[in-house]
């Protein structure tokens, strides 16, 4: 069992940078993939970032891409999205999740990963 908690969340103006954090609790999180998600109201969850268990690797959306950073610190078994120049588009709940093993071919669907945290609101102002 992995237990996730995201934190960080907040209100912030459009252009402006928050970062989120995912902690973990119940295993090594450097053997897993860890995923962000995002829901916003009346909204599919859908796909932010990913980072790889060993490599590192990073996968990003296109909406994301060169404004959002995913990366980890072993050492406080945390994972990190760093988020700058922030839309009111990017207004959502935020959540990780974690799976041991993602093949690359899924690593952006909901249904890979089997634990996830309970979510943190981030609301971009105009």
């Known amino acids: 069992q992995v237990q996730l908690v995201e934190s960080g969340g907040g209100l912030v103006q459009a252009g402006g940078s928050l970062r989120l954090s995912c902690a973990a609790s119940g295993r090594t999180f450097s053997n897993y993939y860890v995923g962000w998600f995002r829901q916003a109201p009346g909204k599919e969850r859908e796909f932010v970032a990913a980072?790889?268990?060993?490599?590192?690797?990073?996968y990003y959306a296109d909406s994301v891409k060169g404004r959002f950073t995913i990366s980890r610190d072993n050492a406080k078994n945390t994972v990190y999205l760093q988020m700058d120049s922030l839309k009111p588009e990017d207004t959502a709940v935020y959540f990780c999740?974690?799976?041991?093993?993602?093949?690359?071919?899924?690593?952006?669907?909901?249904?890979?990963?089997?634990?996830w945290g309970q979510g943190t609101q981030v609301t971009v102002s105009s």
């Open positions: 980072i790889t268990a060993i490599t590192d690797s990073t």
């Open positions: 999740a974690a799976q041991s093993y993602v093949h690359p071919a899924v690593v952006r669907t909901t249904t890979a990963y089997t634990y």
